[in-house]
C-alpha cells in the first residue's frame, strides 16, 4: 500500500552524491548527476513520522517544459527491492526518523534539468537536479571504457590545439573551464536556444537522449549563422568592431559574454575558436571530446570530392574551391544505434559554418571510420569531411582566349598531420590513420572506388621534364630579414630557356591572400640539361611587417614558363614565421588557497618598439574566472620585458597555467606552464 511521508526536509548530500557522480568540480550546493548511476538523497521526517519498510511510495521525475510520459520526459515510478540497471527505479531504507532514499535514472534518459517530485495526492517536491550523460555507465550511449581517457576527454579543463604548417606545427595552450561557475547552466542554455526546441520544445528536450541529437545540435549553434548560436565567424582581417579571434584564449569568456548580452552571437570566432567552445559544452553536458587539427584542409565548394583550382596569368586565384592550411574541428564518443554496427566510437563534428546541412550551418556528426572506409551514404555530412581530408587537387591556369592549361595535380596534399592531444600528456598524438588509409596503399585504392571518386589522380615518381620547387632557410624569426630560394631543374636532355615569376604574399590560415610582401623581377633562365638554376628572394620585415596577419603567415609562389612550349610549371609553399617564446617562472610551490606570484619574460624581436604590452594570465580553477591582465607600456626594440602576476589557485591538481602576450605590432604570443597545485 502506499503511504503518506510526513517530510520536514530534504538532504539532497551534494558533496557526496556530486563527489561519486565525478561533478564535485560544478561546485556541491546542487545535484548534478549522470544517468544509470545510483545516488542517494536523505528525508528528514517531522517528529513523530515513521516510515514502515515494505510499503510503498511513487515518485516523479520530469524535465522539461511540457513533460510527457510518452517522450519519457515525465517518468513515475515506485519502490523496488534492488536498483534496475535499465530503467527509472528507486529503493528506501528507513531509520527513526529518516528514509535514505537511492534513486537510478535510465541509462537512457533525456539529460537537462529534472524535478522529483513525491505523488501523495498532491506533489510534494524533493528538489531538483541535473541529469547529464554517464562515460562511466557501460549502458550509457557515451561509455568511454578507459579511465585515462575519461579524465582527459571528460574530466580534464585544459588542452593543446594545433595550428601552424605541417612543417612547423604550433600550439595553442586553451581553457576549456567546463567545470568554471555558471559554465552548466550556460551550456544548457545553448541548448534551449537552438532552432529544434524554439519550434518543438517538448520534442527538442525527448531527443536530448541522444549524444548524436546534442552533438549535431551543438555543431549548429556554436555558431551564429541561422539562429541564436554563440559565435560569429570573421576571416575579413577587421575585427575593430569585436574581439580578435586569436585574442580568445578560454571557452568560459566566450559563453559568458554570449549568455550576458542575451544569447546574441559574440564577435568573432575562427575555427579553433568554435571548436574549442564546442568542446567546453560537449564535455559539460558529459559527451567525451577532443579538439582535432587537419592541416592543408580542403573546402570542396560542389561536392565532386576535387579542389579545382583555377588562375589566371599572373596567378591569381579565380576559383571558389580552397584548402586552408589548417582547419579545426572536434570528435565526441559515442554509440551510433542509427548506424550500422562498426560505426561507434569517434564522431566528426565541425561548428565552423562553412556549408549548409538541412539547410541549417551544421556539420556532423559523422563516423570516423566510415571516412577512412569512404562511406559516404551515413548521416551526417560524409562527403563534406571526406573531402577535408582526402579530396584531390588538380591546378589550371586559365589563359586569356579562356583555355584552361592544367599545370599541376595532387593526390597527397590534402589532409595531413591530423592532430589531436595526446592522452595525460601535452604530446602531439597523428590521428591521420585514423582518417585514411596509407597514400597509395591497396586500401586506400578500394577505398576511393567505394566512394565512387572517378578523379582519382597517378602520382608519379619524379618525371624527365622541368621541375620547380621552393627551399627555405632555417631562421624565419618575425622581424628579421631573411632569404628564400626557387630551384629549377632541367631533367631533360635538351636546354631549357625559361622565365620564372618569384613572389611572396601574406595569407591568412583559411588560404585567403592578402598585400605581396615580396617580388623579384622576371627571371630569364637557361637551364642546361640535368643541371639545376636557383632564384633568391629576400622578405623584408619592413615590407612583410606590414601585410602579414595575425597568423603570421606568407605564401610563397615561384611560376615558370617554357619559353618554347609556353607550358606552365608552378610551385608554391606557405611559411609560418617563428615567434618569440615567453619565458615562465615560479619560484614557489603552488598550493589551493595561498597567493602565487609568477614571473614571465619575452624579448622583443622586431626592429621598431612595441607599443600598449600586455601579458595576461588564464587557467581553469587558477582565477576568478577572468583572466589577470598585467600592462608593461612599451617595449623598444630587441629588448627584454618582464612583469610578474599573482594569483590564488582554487582546487589542487595539475593545472595549465597560460601566459598571452599583446602589443600594437606583435600579438598572438602563448606559453605555458602545468603546475602541480597542492592541498
Not at 511 to 526: Q, V
Not at 644 to 657: C, N, Q, V, W, Y
Request: net charge negative; charged share 25%.
Amino acid at each position: 500500500m502506499d503511504q503518506v511521508l510526513e517530510i520536514e526536509r530534504v538532504d539532497l548530500a551534494c558533496v557526496v552524491n556530486n563527489a561519486e557522480h565525478h561533478t564535485e568540480l560544478n561546485g556541491v550546493t546542487r545535484l548534478i548527476v549522470r544517468r544509470g548511476q545510483p545516488f542517494t538523497i536523505t528525508l528528514h521526517l517531522r517528529p513523530g513520522a515513521h516510515f514502515h519498510k515494505g510499503t510503498n511510495i511513487n515518485l516523479n521525475a520530469t524535465t522539461g517544459l511540457e513533460p510527457s510520459e510518452d517522450a519519457d520526459t515525465a517518468v513515475k515510478f515506485g519502490l523496488s527491492k534492488f536498483i534496475s540497471k535499465i530503467r527509472w527505479s528507486a529503493t528506501a531504507e528507513p531509520s527513526e526518523s529518516t528514509v535514505s532514499l537511492t534513486v537510478c535514472s535510465n541509462p537512457n534518459a533525456p539529460i537537462g534539468l529534472y524535478q522529483l517530485t513525491l505523488d501523495q495526492g498532491s506533489g510534494v517536491s524533493l528538489g531538483q537536479f541535473v541529469l547529464l550523460f554517464n562515460p562511466w555507465c557501460t549502458r550509457d550511449s557515451v561509455y568511454l571504457a578507459n579511465e585515462a581517457e575519461r579524465q582527459e576527454y571528460v574530466l580534464s579543463q585544459d588542452g593543446l590545439i594545433y595550428r601552424g604548417k605541417p612543417k612547423c606545427i604550433t600550439v595553442l595552450p586553451w581553457t576549456f573551464g567546463q567545470f568554471e561557475p555558471d559554465m552548466l547552466d550556460i551550456c544548457l542554455t545553448v541548448l534551449s536556444k537552438s532552432l529544434q526546441h524554439l519550434q518543438n520544445p517538448a520534442q527538442d528536450c525527448s531527443d536530448r537522449r541522444s549524444p548524436v541529437y546534442v552533438t549535431r545540435v551543438l555543431s549548429a549553434m556554436i555558431n551564429s549563422q541561422d539562429d541564436e548560436g554563440v559565435l560569429v565567424g570573421n576571416w575579413s582581417g577587421k575585427y575593430e568592431d569585436g574581439v580578435r579571434p586569436t585574442a580568445w584564449k578560454d571557452s568560459c569568456s566566450v559563453l559568458r559574454q554570449w549568455y550576458h548580452q542575451d544569447c546574441i552571437g559574440v564577435e568573432y570566432g575562427q575555427c579553433w575558436v568554435f571548436a574549442a567552445v564546442a568542446c567546453t559544452v560537449s564535455r559539460a553536458l558529459g559527451i567525451p571530446c577532443r579538439v582535432v587539427t587537419n592541416y592543408e584542409s580542403a573546402h570542396d565548394t560542389n561536392s565532386n570530392l576535387l579542389v579545382e583550382r583555377y588562375y589566371d596569368e599572373f596567378a591569381e586565384n579565380l576559383g571558389d574551391d580552397s584548402i586552408w592550411n589548417f582547419h579545426v574541428w572536434v570528435e565526441s564518443w559515442m554509440t551510433r544505434p542509427d548506424l550500422k554496427l562498426g560505426y561507434e566510437g569517434w564522431q566528426a563534428s565541425d561548428s565552423t559554418p562553412q556549408e549548409t546541412s538541412d539547410g541549417i550551418y551544421c556539420c556532423g556528426p559523422v563516423p570516423v571510420r566510415a571516412i577512412k572506409e569512404g562511406d559516404l551514404t551515413v548521416k551526417y555530412d560524409a562527403p563534406f569531411v571526406y573531402a577535408e581530408v582526402n579530396a584531390d587537387v588538380v591546378e589550371y591556369i586559365t589563359l586569356r582566349d579562356g583555355r584552361h592549361v592544367k599545370i599541376d595535380s595532387s593526390t597527397t596534399e590534402v589532409g595531413q598531420c591530423i592532430s589531436t592531444k595526446a592522452v595525460g600528456s601535452d604530446e602531439r598524438e597523428d590521428i591521420t590513420h585514423l582518417y585514411k588509409y596509407p597514400e597509395g596503399s591497396e586500401e586506400e585504392r578500394l577505398v576511393f572506388e567505394k566512394a565512387n571518386h572517378q578523379n582519382r589522380l597517378i602520382q608519379n615518381e619524379e618525371e624527365p621534364g622541368v621541375h620547380v620547387k621552393i627551399k627555405l632557410t632555417p631562421d624565419m624569426m618575425v622581424g628579421t630579414d631573411f632569404d628564400v630560394y626557387a630551384r629549377v631543374k632541367n631533367n631533360t636532355g635538351a636546354p631549357k630557356n625559361c622565365r620564372l615569376m618569384f613572389y611572396a604574399q601574406a595569407v591568412s590560415y583559411n588560404g585567403k591572400l592578402g598585400e605581396t610582401c615580396g617580388l623579384t623581377e622576371l627571371t630569364e633562365m637557361n637551364v642546361k640539361p640535368t643541371e639545376v638554376d636557383k632564384a633568391t628572394l629576400q622578405l623584408k620585415y619592413s615590407e612583410y611587417g606590414k601585410a602579414i596577419t595575425q597568423d603570421r603567415m606568407i605564401k610563397l609562389v615561384a611560376l615558370l614558363v617554357d619559353v618554347e612550349t609556353k607550358e606552365f610549371y608552378k610551385a608554391t609553399k606557405t611559411i609560418m614565421l617563428d615567434s618569440p617564446s615567453i619565458t615562465i617562472t615560479v619560484p614557489e610551490e603552488a598550493k589551493v588557497g595561498q597567493p602565487l606570484v609568477v614571473i614571465v619574460l619575452l624579448v622583443n624581436p622586431l626592429p621598431e618598439a612595441l607599443e600598449n604590452c600586455v601579458f595576461s594570465l588564464h587557467g581553469a580553477s587558477l582565477t576568478d574566472g577572468a583572466p589577470l591582465i598585467k600592462e608593461v607600456g612599451a617595449v623598444g626594440p630587441e629588448e627584454i620585458t618582464t612583469a610578474e602576476l599573482e594569483f590564488t589557485p582554487k582546487a589542487s591538481g595539475i593545472r595549465k597555467l597560460v601566459i598571452d602576450f599583446h602589443s600594437d605590432k606583435l600579438g598572438n604570443i602563448q606559453g605555458y606552464k602545468n603546475l602541480v597545485i597542492g592541498e
